[in-house]
Structures are given as structure tokens and as C-alpha cells.
């Protein structure tokens, strides 16, 4: 999509990102230290996101007929996280939301603010909503436990992920979640405020962070990123989303039979892991890097974020076999060297399957006949 580059990149050092992180400031020269004072409160950082607008007296029971979040009665000012899904249950769409009282501001992955402004715009039928998308007008600053902005914002999202959202589950081990120092917030202001931003940082009134530095602390608390810890295949379960932004008693949505069917009677094919990495030997492990049984050679999993984090060095968020033990010594497979890595569960092996032990057996066909 066409959007100007961002002018924190004249900042001095400033490194623009590559893929999904495009446009916006990677780093400014020190990632590292960048991450702490990002992890500190003391920094800001400018995400790569697409911003639409949904207005209308209808807006928050429209989209929560579509998607998996229970958003009717959604208060002002109170923010919530959203999926929209295929008829399969397979994830399309990530939508981190806050509604003012008169318009429902949706925060997404920027690539796909098209898509889902197209969606949208095709499923308002005679209801009482209008779809913009602003993407190219505004931008999104996000932070940890930082104040207000110096600069005026239009509206601010708190990221759920710190606590299990009413109507939710969570399949992680809930005991030292890092969730629940997650304190992570996104707020829209106008493309104009990046300039006065710029210019607080030249006077020394203000310090930035890169992408690098919030994809590290996003890994570190298990935080799931559409189109990084996903593929076409990927439903909730499997990343431990219905933790933000599932309800499971709301009412009908695409792909709720999926989202029902495998937490109540099944187990999600694959589970989100985190992996510490060996990193004495400086190998470079990238998304897309195969996981590997390394006695055997044999492919368990997929590397989907990887990153250098502050204190915990060399990790990343992986997806692996849903049967994979706990305990198994794994590896990371880069151009045929291996990197040793540790597994930390996510996603435990026996997650869903919530009433499979309470339904009634029925007999089996034919059987009553016999006796």
C-alpha cells in the first residue's frame, strides 16, 4: 500500500526495516540499548500499522457479528483485540480496536488494511456503517508503560494481552506468564506529529526505539503476530489467541464452529513454543528456519520470530508439532549447521478438547439391534 515514508528515518542512525516492518525505523543505531529503554518505559516506537475507521450508530454490533470478539456494549475509551477468520477458522485478520463513543478506531498489520477495508466495505448491506481507511494520513506510536505522547493523539489502544479477556481462555501455564508485564499500548496521532516528534528527539527531550527492540520484548512475553507466527493454516488454538481475542459464548461468526469444535472436543494440530537459542557460535537463525529432532534430522517445527532480547539473549517464538515432547532436545537448522535450543511450552500438547471427558458416549449404530 502507498504510505509516505516515515521522517523519523532522517533521524541520525535511523536503519528502515525490511518486510512487514518497511517504512518505519528498524533501530537508530543501538538496538539493545534501544530495548531497555523501551522495556523501561523511557522510549517510544514507531509500528508499522494500518489504521481504519468504522462510524455509524450499528458499528459495534456489526463487527461483532463478524468477528470473535463479543463487542456490543463496548465501552468508550476501552480497548479490546478482534479476529476475523475464514469459514474454516483460519486466521485472516488481527484487529486491535477502541471505540470513543461516536467512532470505532481499528489498528492492523499495515499490508492488510486494504483487504480489510474491502472486506468490510462489501458486508455493510442496508446497516447504518461507513469503512475509511486512513492509513496513509496517520501513524502509530507504541510504548511500554510510557506517559501520554508529547504530541496529540486521536485515540490510544492498551493491548488485552496482559490478562485473560472476559469470555476467554488461556492455554499457557498462567504462573509467571510474561503477559502480565505486557504493558504494551499503540496510539494513532496525525503523519504531521511524526515531524514534531523528530524534533523533540533533536533537542534531546525525547528517546526512540526501533522495530527490533518491540519484536524482542513481543517474543519475550509469548505476544502472537499475524503474518509472522502465522501461515495459511493457523487457527487461534495454536498460538494461545483466545488468551485475547476470542469470546466463546458470544454469538455466531465466520469460522466459530472451528474455534468451538477444537476447544471443546479436539486438540489444535500445531503449538506455539519459545525457543532459547544457543548463540555461542554467532549463527544468524531466521524466519522460516526449519526445527529439527537433532539426532534424527527430522522436521518438527518452524522458527516464525526470532530476535536478540536484552537479558535472555538469543530466542524465538516457533510453531511446532502438537505431539512434540516437552522435554525434547531440539535444534534449529540454518544452512545445514544446527543451533542448539531449549523449549519453554506455550501451547501445552493436551490444550483444548475442554468437554470431551463430560459428553455422553452414544451407542454405536446397529449395537441396540444386536442385543
Known amino acids: 500500500m502507498d504510505v509516505p515514508a516515515s521522517p523519523l528515518l532522517a533521524l541520525p542512525g535511523a536503519v528502515e526495516g525490511s518486510g512487514a516492518d518497511a517504512g518505519v525505523p528498524a533501530h537508530y543505531g543501538n538496538p539493545l540499548g534501544e530495548q531497555r529503554r523501551l522495556a523501561a518505559g523511557q522510549a517510544l516506537v514507531e509500528v508499522p500499522r494500518g ?20 463487542l456490543i456494549g463496548l465501552a468508550p475509551g476501552v480497548s479490546a483485540e478482534s479476529l476475523l477468520l475464514d469459514p474454516h477458522g483460519h486466521l485472516e485478520h488481527d484487529l486491535r480496536l ?18 480489510l477495508a474491502r472486506f468490510l466495505d462489501r458486508m455493510r448491506f442496508l446497516l447504518r456503517v461507513e469503512v475509511a481507511d486512513l492509513s496513509a494520513e496517520l501513524a502509530v506510536v507504541g510504548s511500554l508503560g510510557a506517559d501520554a505522547l508529547p504530541v496529540p493523539a486521536l485515540a490510544r489502544w492498551e493491548d488485552p494481552w496482559r490478562a485473560i ?25 496525525a503523519r504531521a506529529e511524526l515531524n514534531s516528534l523528530a524534533g523533540l528527539v533533536a533537542a534531546g527531550s525525547l528517546r526512540l526505539a526501533g522495530t527490533l527492540a518491540e519484536e524482542a520484548l513481543r517474543v519475550a512475553a509469548w505476544r502472537p503476530r499475524l503474518g509472522a507466527d502465522t501461515d495459511e493454516r493457523s487457527i487461534p488454538h495454536e498460538l494461545d489467541w483466545l ?17 468451538a469444535k477444537v476447544h471443546n472436543l479436539g486438540r489444535p494440530p500445531r503449538r506455539l513454543v519459545l525457543l532459547h537459542l544457543d548463540g555461542s557460535e554467532n549463527i544468524v537463525v531466521a524466519a522460516g528456519s526449519p526445527v529439527v529432532d537433532p539426532g534424527t534430522g527430522a522436521e518438527v517445527g518452524r522458527i516464525t520470530s526470532p530476535a536478540l532480547h536484552h537479558e535472555l539473549g538469543p530466542i524465538a517464538l516457533a510453531v511446532v508439532k502438537r505431539n512434540l515432547d516437552a522435554a525434547a532436545p531440539l535444534a534449529a537448522s540454518v544452512d545445514g549447521l544446527l543451533v542448539a535450543a531449549a523449549q519453554e511450552v506455550i501451547v501445552p500438547a493436551d490444550a483444548g478438547a475442554a468437554l470431551a471427558g463430560e459428553l455422553p458416549k452414544l451407542p454405536r449404530l446397529g449395537s441396540a439391534a444386536r442385543r
Open 51 to 70: 489504521v481504519l475507521t468504522v462510524t455509524g450508530p450499528d458499528r459495534l454490533s456489526w463487527l461483532d457479528s463478524l468477528t470473535s470478539q463479543r
Open 98 to 115: 477502541v471505540d470513543d463513543g461516536e467512532t470505532t478506531w481499528i489498528l492492523l498489520e499495515r499490508a492488510e488494511a486494504p483487504a
Open 165 to 189: 479477556a472476559p469470555g476467554g481462555v488461556g492455554y499457557a501455564n498462567p504462573a509467571g506468564h510474561p503477559g502480565a508485564d505486557w504493558t504494551w499500548s499503540e496510539t494513532v496521532v
Open 243 to 259: 488468551r485475547s481475542a476470542v469470546h466463546l459464548a458470544k454469538g455466531c461468526y465466520r469460522g466459530q464452529e472451528t474455534v
